[in-house]
Nanobody
Framework: EVQLVESGGGLVQAGGSLRLSCAAS????????IGWFRQAPGKEREGVSC????????YYADSVKGRFTISSDNAKNTVYLQMNSLKPEDTAVYYC????????????????WGQGTQVTVSS
């Protein structure tokens, strides 16, 4: 059974930091790219960052470049999203997802999704 389990969300003040984790199981981790997406109330889900488990290549949305860092621990089948200098507009439910189709920020390319973790940034 494929599982993606996010953790690490919470409430933080603007300028603060959080680290999200995505623990994956049930598929060959090295064959997949893992992406982080977020959805704020009343908005569409959007791609934030993704990483290729095979070669470590990464992608970041312009809105998070320089503030967020994605990394992968292949021994633990876990991907992390370090979020620094958080802003109120980063408030959203954050989801991780997995795709066998390579590094891509496109939602429709992802086959497996986690349940999400809430990140709230207060001003």
């Amino acid at each position: 059974e494929v599982q993606l389990v996010e953790s690490g969300g919470g409430l933080v003040q603007a300028g603060g930091s959080l680290r999200l984790s995505c623990a994956a199981s049930g598929f060959t981790f090295d064959d997949y790219a893992i992406g982080w997406f977020r959805q704020a109330p009343g908005k569409e889900r959007e791609g934030v960052s993704c990483i290729s488990s095979s070669d470590g290549s990464t992608y970041y949305a312009d809105s998070v470049k320089g503030r967020f860092t994605i990394s992968s621990d292949n021994a633990k089948n876990t991907v992390y999203l370090q979020m620094n200098s958080l802003k109120p507009e980063d408030t959203a439910v954050y989801y991780c997802a997995a795709t066998p189709r390579g590094l891509t920020p496109e939602l429709y390319e992802y086959d497996y999704w986690g349940q999400g973790t809430q990140v709230t940034v207060s001003s």
